[in-house]
């Protein structure tokens, strides 16, 4: 089974669409995250939640809005896109402590057009 | 605020070559360090941590030994495989629910 899963993998879209993408993990683990790798594989966080309740926003258009409707889900609603948004996404799930290891998911895909 | 740096990339060795990629971290508190390794076509797995100072993290014949007094947690292996092609990230995480901040990642290329 799949520990972190996201759909969908690949996304290609217009500039000025909205479009989303779903992330669900069934580790039991209480914070997840969205991160963003651009193309040249650097990554940052975007957002983290801990129990449905957001506690990292780092600095992110207001374009991105996340979502977490129950802790085993973290979705990130993109309006008006724009080219610069093109990166691949990755969603993560870990168990508080400094210590815990992040499971990722396979990461999706966007492609702006 | 925290940050990790890694030493430039890319790397292409021969197999069986060995294998030294360099990192060193800035941060408050006492972080736990990791590495990540991301195979072509996918998402970050796990390869190796170290929760507190002089901790050696290992898997895969991989080995990183996290070192406070010169803030680093390089990462080597004796003999490399095509198959470790990918690339490599150094992380850290400060705090119970802190995000992971990582390095740039160094692409690594092994040739048969």
């Known amino acids: 089974d799949t520990a972190v899963s996201q759909t969908p993998k690949y996304l290609v879209t217009q500039m000025g669409n909205d479009k989303s993408i779903k992330c669900e993990q069934n580790?039991?683990?209480?914070?997840m995250y969205w991160y963003k790798q651009d193309s040249k594989k650097f990554l940052k966080i975007m957002f983290s939640?801990?129990?449905?309740?957001?506690?990292i926003n780092e600095t992110v258009p207001n374009r991105f809005s996340p979502k977490s409707p129950d802790k085993a889900h973290l979705n990130l609603h993109i309006n008006s896109l724009e080219l610069g948004d093109s990166a691949v996404y990755f969603c993560?799930?870990?168990?508080?402590?400094?210590?815990?290891?992040?499971?990722f998911g396979p990461g999706t895909r966007l492609l702006v057009l | 605020g925290n940050s990790v740096t890694q030493m430039e990339g890319p790397v292409t060795l021969s197999e069986e070559a060995f294998l030294t990629i360099n990192c060193t971290y800035t941060?408050?508190?006492?972080?736990?360090l990791f590495w990540y390794v991301q195979y072509p076509g996918e998402g970050l797995q796990l390869l190796l941590k170290?929760?507190?100072?002089?901790d050696k993290g290992s898997n895969k014949g991989f080995e990183a030994t996290y070192r406070k007094e010169t803030t680093s947690f390089h990462l080597e292996k004796g003999s490399v495989q095509v198959s470790d092609s990918a690339v490599y990230f150094c992380?850290?995480?400060?705090?119970?629910?802190?995000?992971?901040?990582f390095g740039k990642g160094i692409t690594l290329s092994v040739r048969p």
């Open positions: 993560a799930s870990s168990p508080a402590g400094t210590g815990e290891t992040q499971y």
């Open positions: 580790l039991g683990h209480d914070t």
């Open positions: 939640y801990n129990n449905k309740e957001l506690i």
């Open positions: 941060a408050t508190g006492y972080p736990s």
């Open positions: 170290a929760t507190k100072a002089d």
């Open positions: 992380a850290l995480r400060s705090g119970a629910n802190s995000k992971l901040t």
